[in-house]
């Protein structure tokens, strides 16, 4: 009614920023976001991802712009990010910013730690 974007949407943005091969290897353990400002169905956005110190083999940023209206995404350059099966630590752990594209405003950030699925653990 008031034309805000709900949390759920916003967690959506936030994962569209993480690497398709960190989906294909691990399973989302835990998430912590921190909501810093609303914004509108028909604000831009940017979300970004990045890996920390526990993910030191994924040194490329990760970036998704996101149209609000509509919620439609438009897909970033992922293609530079290694392939996480040459680097499978158990765990990994990523910092993530979602801002305004207009004017850098940040909307949320967030951390998101991921643990190997049990299909893919080395014996």
């Known amino acids: 009614m008031n034309r805000h974007v709900n949390d759920v949407k916003y967690v959506g943005w936030v994962m569209e920023s993480v690497p398709v091969a960190v989906f294909e290897n691990y399973e989302l353990s835990s998430m ?17 991802c990045s890996p920390t110190s526990c993910t030191a083999k994924l040194e490329k940023e990760a970036e998704v712009e996101v149209n609000g209206a509509g919620c439609s ?16 630590p158990p765990h990994l ?18 951390k998101t730690q991921w643990r190997l699925k049990k299909s893919k653990h080395l014996h």
């Open 32 to 48: 912590t976001l921190k909501y810093r400002r609303q914004c509108s169905q028909s604000d831009a956005l940017q979300s970004m």
């Open 93 to 110: 752990q990523f910092t993530h910013l979602l801002r305004l594209q207009v004017d850098g405003a940040k909307i949320l950030h967030g």
């Open 73 to 88: 995404y438009t897909a970033g350059s992922q293609t530079s990010i290694p392939d996480v099966a040459k680097c499978v």
